[in-house]
Each structure stands twice: as C-alpha cells, then as structure tokens.
C-alpha cells in the first residue's frame, strides 16, 4: 500500500525559511519521478518542483532560486527547503509521484495520498 507523508509546514514572516519532508512507504524514490504541489486557498494546483528518478532536479519559474529539492533513498524521504518565503507562497504542500495538472483543477482532484502540510507566510 503507498503511504505518504508530508510534514515542516508552519507560519514564518517573509524571509524565513522551512524544510518540508515527505516520506514514503510502498514503492521507492529512485523508482519514481517525485514532485511537489501546493494549493494556494482559491487558486488551482501547482506544481512548483519536481525531482527524477535519476535525481534531476525541476523547479517552476516563481520558487526557482529559493526552494530546494532533495532526497535521501535510503530513508525513502524527500525534502524541499524554503528559503526567503513570500506570502504568496503560502499554500498546503503535497509530495506525489510526479502528474501532469489540469488547468483549472484544485489538488483535491489527484489521487495525492498524504494529507498535505500547511505553509503560511505573513507579510
């Protein structure tokens, strides 16, 4: 059964900085293409990162240069560093294997196993 498990998230000030993690049970990281998606409220999904099986990292145009993806195989556990938050980067993050999103669609609309974990960013 996949399992997954999203944690870090939390309320910073503009400039701070968190770690999410996600760890996962029933398949492994370097068999999958990984990647991370946030809802912001009222506003459809996003993907803002993504990470290959080999390892190659992706990041969307807007956290390019501030968030960090990674993982470590032998924990089965993906990271994305936040750095120099932005209230716009307030969102809830997911970690799945990796999807193609529809124009339009919340993040409800995947099959996303975890529950998310909430990133709120205060001007």
């Known amino acids: 059964e996949v399992q997954v498990w999203e944690r870090g998230g939390g309320s910073v000030q503009t400039g701070g900085s968190l770690r999410l993690s996600c760890a996962v049970s029933?398949?492994?990281?370097?068999?999958?293409?990984m990647g991370w998606y946030r809802q912001p409220l009222g506003d459809e999904c996003q993907q803002v990162s993504s990470?290959?099986?080999?390892?190659?990292?992706w990041y969307a145009d807007p956290v390019k240069g501030r968030f960090t993806i990674s993982r470590d195989v032998s924990k089965n556990t993906m990271y994305l560093q936040l750095n120099d938050l932005k209230p716009e980067d307030s969102a809830v993050y997911y970690c799945?294997?990796?999807?193609?999103?529809?124009?339009?669609?919340?993040?409800?609309?995947?099959?996303?196993r975890g529950q998310g974990t909430q990133v709120t960013v205060s001007a």
């Open positions: 799945a294997t990796e999807v193609p999103l529809v124009h339009g669609y919340a993040c409800d609309m995947y099959d996303f």
């Open positions: 029933g398949f492994a990281l370097d068999d999958s293409d």
């Open positions: 990470i290959s099986r080999h390892g190659s990292p």
